[in-house]
């Protein structure tokens, strides 16, 4: 929904919606990932000013990205959405992002994930956000367990406090290249005061990842369990793009 599920975090994840895991780019290399999201039903009444309400939106984001090292990787998203009801098309400003993951044991990986950008009045109030994104997981080949507790905050806003958005994935292998399981994404408020349990958000996903070689498909279909949720959201992600060689002059020689 290049919309949040998470509607009342300041700098809401209006690009993707996705766990974060053990995945990282190689050193040198470069990669996309295209993340579309479509709000089947959700909320048709804005919240502030301005705002435009996720119903019937469908958005789709290209996330480039760079393997700086064994352990870094740089982003960089821009997300555009499309509203058929009036049939236009937005570009949805900008968003950087900086990973640190340590995965050289799968069984044991961590790491951090800091973004920040530009956020369009009609997905927040406030100009420019950032995300404060730990993972943590095991991933035993069968099972994957992937935790996001993350943190998300105005930085021109009244108020720097920030929400806690946390994600989890728990996926198990099917069969051979596939893992199906669930996701959960909530929006428990501000840390100097939580909201309460049916003005939070709830919405969880079950979600379907295969591996088609070198790139991965994910899958999933979302159901919001409380007001603030969108009641169902579609989400497909095609990851593993590579397009190095494109950025190589000698590929284009004679």
């Keep these: 929904m290049i919309y949040s599920v998470v509607m009342s975090s300041p700098a809401s994840a209006y690009d993707e919606i996705q766990v974060y895991d053990m995945s990282i780019n190689q050193p040198g290399q470069f990669a996309l990932e295209m993340h579309s999201n479509y709000v089947i039903n959700g909320r048709k009444q804005a919240v502030y000013n301005g705002e435009l309400p996720p119903d019937g939106i469908l958005a789709f984001t290209p996330e480039?990205?760079?393997?700086?090292?064994?352990?870094?990787?740089?982003?960089?998203?821009?997300?555009?959405?499309?509203?058929?009801?009036?049939?236009?098309?937005?570009?949805?400003?900008?968003?950087?992002?900086?990973?640190?993951?340590?995965?050289?044991?799968?069984?044991?990986?961590?790491?951090?994930?800091?973004?920040?950008?530009?956020?369009?009045?009609?997905?927040?109030?406030?100009?420019?956000?950032?995300?404060?994104?730990?993972?943590?997981?095991?991933?035993?080949?069968?099972?994957?367990?992937?935790?996001?507790?993350?943190?998300?905050?105005?930085?021109?806003?009244?108020?720097?406090?920030?929400?806690?958005?946390?994600?989890?994935?728990?996926?198990?292998?099917?069969?051979?290249?596939?893992?199906?399981?669930?996701?959960?994404?909530?929006d428990f408020g501000q840390f100097s005061h939580f909201s309460s349990g049916n003005q939070q958000s709830h919405t969880t996903y079950l979600v379907s990842d295969i591996s088609l070689g070198n790139y991965r498909l994910h899958v999933g279909v979302g159901h919001g369990w409380t007001a603030p949720s969108d009641e169902w959201t579609l989400k497909v992600i095609l990851g593993g793009i590579p397009f190095t060689e494109l950025l190589n002059p000698t590929r284009w020689g004679s």
């Design 64 to 186: 480039f990205s760079y393997g700086w090292s064994d352990h870094i990787e740089f982003g960089l998203y821009l997300p555009m959405s499309i509203s058929p009801n009036k049939g236009t098309t937005l570009l949805d400003d900008a968003k950087i992002r900086v990973k640190w993951l340590n995965a050289d044991n799968p069984e044991l990986f961590f790491g951090l994930n800091t973004e920040i950008g530009l956020v369009p009045r009609r997905y927040s109030e406030q100009p420019v956000g950032m995300e404060i994104r730990p993972i943590i997981g095991h991933y035993s080949g069968d099972w994957l367990v992937a935790f996001n507790p993350s943190l998300q905050l105005d930085l021109t806003g009244p108020s720097q406090v920030p929400v806690l958005a946390p994600g989890l994935k728990i996926t198990h292998q099917a069969i051979e290249n596939i893992h199906v399981g669930i996701e959960h994404y909530a």
